[in-house]
């Protein structure tokens, strides 16, 4: 397992390359060798390299070959007139901690490639031509792109097509321009996760939208922030989907721009479409598909998500399909369905228990609810603290989306205090008043109800209970959330 060191600005390709001090100066270099299982090559911090990198050779599961970075200063930079890098039937790779702009193609491309993990790379205007995706692979397997960036790019964010095992985690997308880009283009693959991704296509000049998932089979999108483009997502044929947690907003632009689509591009089968916050925008969900098509839509299932501030429906079924509409929160003003005669004489596609609220923020807290917790105050059995089993975001510090106060995933009798990143509630955590008390919650997670007895009402039988709201906004009107906890007081318990 040998470290090849190369740097533009110090090195020299005359050198044994394998020591920080006998650097390599060129990639040409680096593709002169052969690599074995377990190497990597680093290239120095602040160093720029004008060409494009092959990877010819592969690792195994066991001992990858990686190629990162060393030193200090700014991650190493490629530009390139073809792709930066380039690889065809390399197995067992790791790309990390590089920078990738101004390149003719895509930024990094994989073709037959396996088992292949980019993580913390940037890249920037890539694609000047607009048929490359910044991050492309094809016929590939087991890829994972994990917490890097793409801005600024002429063609889509990330093009895969034919691949089995694809995983994009907390990765940020903006601006993916051009007439064909959408921020994430997956078609005709298998094993999909896409989550944690801030993608933003306010600004790009593209009519195509945010996610395009092409006959898909067995995908989960979920916990996104999803902003701008002609869509959110457009899931237009595939099985086994589900789409869930996501926040979508700001898709329009076009009388059909929607939230969630699906019918237009194959059958669909088997969708789950749940926990969505859809907002500022046109439809809702889109259960649809081409005049005349032979398409079957079946099982799509559309439950506990929240539409507000829509131009049109929030549920559109306008072709034969089979599946439900329940448990929904739409606010006042937006109209909750647009179902074709045929399809509600047909039966095939049924509406129920749909709640319109006028305030969609309250509706909001209360979607995040799940199955109580009761845990006992230490300071005494008279109180009780019940307060929500809640599901954990990841907050990237980009957007404040999630709850403040979150269970011990080991322990559902501790509560704790949420954070985002390197912020917190303030200096000394969170304190919440209320009628008859108050909780403070510090920074270490941990939290006691204070009860002043004077506030207490003449009737000592029985219990009160009081809720504190808590909640923590960004100043936009899409990443806010709530959440509420309440106390019981045994009077009868407490004054005995």
């Not at 997308?173 to 933003?200: E, F, M, P, R």
Request: glycine share 10%.
């Amino acid at each position: 397992m040998t470290i090849y060191y190369v740097n533009s600005a110090t090195g020299s390709d005359r050198n044994s390359g394998t020591g920080q001090n006998s650097a390599f100066a060129t990639l040409s270099k680096v593709e002169s060798l052969t690599l074995k299982p377990g190497d990597s090559v680093l290239l120095a911090k602040g160093s720029v390299f004008n060409e494009q990198f092959d990877i010819k050779y592969s690792g195994t599961e066991s001992a990858p070959i990686k190629i990162g970075s060393y030193g200090t200063g700014a991650a190493p930079v490629i530009h390139s007139g073809g792709d930066g890098i380039h690889s065809l039937y390399a197995s067992n790779i790791v790309i990390e901690n590089l920078k990738i702009s101004n390149t003719g193609g895509a930024a990094i491309y994989g073709g037959d490639v396996t088992n292949w993990t980019v993580r913390n790379v940037e890249i920037a205007k890539s694609g000047m031509s607009e048929n490359a995706g910044a991050v492309t692979f094809r016929s590939s397997k087991n890829v994972t792109v994990e917490d890097s960036k793409i801005s600024d790019v002429k063609g889509d964010g990330f093009w895969i097509e034919k691949v089995s095992g694809v995983k994009l985690l907390n990765n940020t997308v903006t601006s993916a321009s051009g007439s064909t880009a959408d921020a994430v283009q997956i078609n005709d693959s298998s094993s999909i996760l896409i989550k944690g991704n801030h993608l933003d296509q306010t600004d790009a000049s593209s009519p195509k939208g945010v996610i395009a998932l092409v006959r898909a089979t067995n995908a989960v999108v979920e916990d996104n922030v999803l902003t701008g483009g002609g869509f959110g997502i457009s899931a237009p044929g595939g099985k086994n989907v589900a789409i869930r947690d996501n926040d979508i907003s700001g898709y329009h632009g076009y009388s059909w721009s929607f939230a969630v689509g699906l019918g237009d591009q194959g059958s669909a089968r088997d969708y789950d479409i749940s926990g969505n916050h859809i907002h500022d925008g046109a439809w809702g969900v889109a259960v649809s598909g081409p005049t005349g098509s032979s398409y079957s839509l079946t099982n799509i299932k559309v439950h506990d998500n929240v539409f507000d501030d829509l131009t049109q429906a929030a549920l559109k079924v306008d072709r034969p399909a089979s599946g439900s509409f329940y448990n929904n929160t739409i606010e006042t003003g937006v109209k909750a369905t647009s179902i074709s005669p045929a399809i509600i004489d047909a039966h095939t596609f049924s509406v129920s228990n749909n709640h319109t609220v006028a305030n969609v923020e309250t509706a909001l807290a209360s979607t995040e609810t799940k199955t109580a917790a009761t845990t006992e105050a230490a300071v005494d059995p008279a109180v009780v603290a019940v307060h929500d089993n809640l599901k954990i975001f990841t907050d990237t510090g980009e957007a404040h989306r999630g709850n403040l106060l979150e269970n011990d995933s080991s322990d559902n009798d501790t509560l704790m205090l949420r954070r985002f990143g390197d912020e917190a509630v303030g200096k000394h955590g969170l304190t919440l008043t209320g009628d008859y008390g108050s909780i403070h919650v510090d920074r270490e997670g941990n939290y006691a109800y204070t009860l002043d007895e004077t506030k207490l009402p003449d009737d000592h039988s029985g219990h009160v209970s009081e809720s504190f709201k808590y909640g923590i906004d960004d100043g936009t009107s899409h990443h806010s959330d709530a959440d509420t906890l309440t106390v019981f007081i045994h009077m009868d318990g407490l004054l005995s």
